[in-house]
């Protein structure tokens, strides 16, 4: 069955970089993706990266992918108290007609950011 | 614009009463979803549309009952729905049609059953 797996916190201080790691098991997953949800808001997307990419970075994110593990990392540089939040980790599952969107959730990773 | 629009923020309703959740996206996207995320939850999937026709319904009660008029609107009516449906509602969209892979959510409707 699908599962995706992510450790439940992480504390960081302002200006270090955050790492949260993420494990998936359904192979054929085309897209892997990063979400933020700040307290009492919606989801809002990070970024993504295709299953045959290996990295994407995109300014202050770098994602990793270790296709071989089925491991995936979000790494934040020079992370700020703004970027306190809950982070999902998600895999894509083909759906019926084909839309990409059925998406199965690890639990969260929460960042806090000490000043 | 990458805006998925969801109204209302907050709705508290009674056990009895009917009451729909609306969503909107013109982004031109021919898939739209609604997940539901309990608290302290991840979301989880309820349904999908694509191209306007309901592909996906993972086991919903139909108490909840979904509809798409057009490619741009989403909607979910309520009916006798319970205090444990309490929850944040979310909407999304993407280009669907097995091409695509950005999907946006919506703020969320906060419904509170009482």
């Known amino acids: 069955g699908e599962d995706v797996e992510q450790s439940l916190f992480l504390s960081v201080r302002e200006g270090d970089s955050s790492v949260i790691n993420c494990t998936y098991t359904d192979s054929s997953s085309t897209y892997l993706y990063w979400y933020k949800q700040e307290p009492g808001a919606g989801l809002q997307l990070l970024t993504y990266i295709f299953s045959n990419m290996d990295m994407k970075q995109d300014q202050r994110l770098t994602v990793l992918l270790n296709k071989k593990d089925k491991h995936l990392s979000l790494r934040i540089a020079d992370t700020q108290t703004g970027d306190s939040a809950i982070y999902f980790c998600a895999e894509s599952m083909r759906g019926y007609g084909g839309s990409q969107g059925n998406l199965i959730f690890g639990k969260g990773t929460k960042l806090s950011v000490k000043p | 614009d990458t805006e998925v629009t969801q109204t209302p923020k907050h709705l508290v309703m009674g056990m009895t009463n009917k009451k729909s959740l609306k969503c909107e996206q013109h982004?031109?996207?021919?898939?739209m979803y609604w997940y539901k995320q309990k608290a302290k939850k991840p979301p989880e999937l309820m349904f999908v549309?694509?191209?306007?026709?309901?592909?996906i319904n993972e086991s919903v009660p139909s108490r909840f009952s979904p509809e798409c008029p057009n490619s741009s609107l989403l909607n979910l009516h309520l009916h006798a729905l319970q205090p444990e449906d309490s929850a944040l509602y979310l909407c999304a969209s993407s280009q669907g049609g097995g091409s695509g892979n950005t999907i946006y959510f919506g703020e969320g409707s906060w419904l509170t059953v009482v």
């Open positions: 549309y694509s191209y306007e026709k309901l592909s």
């Open positions: 982004m031109g996207h021919r898939a």
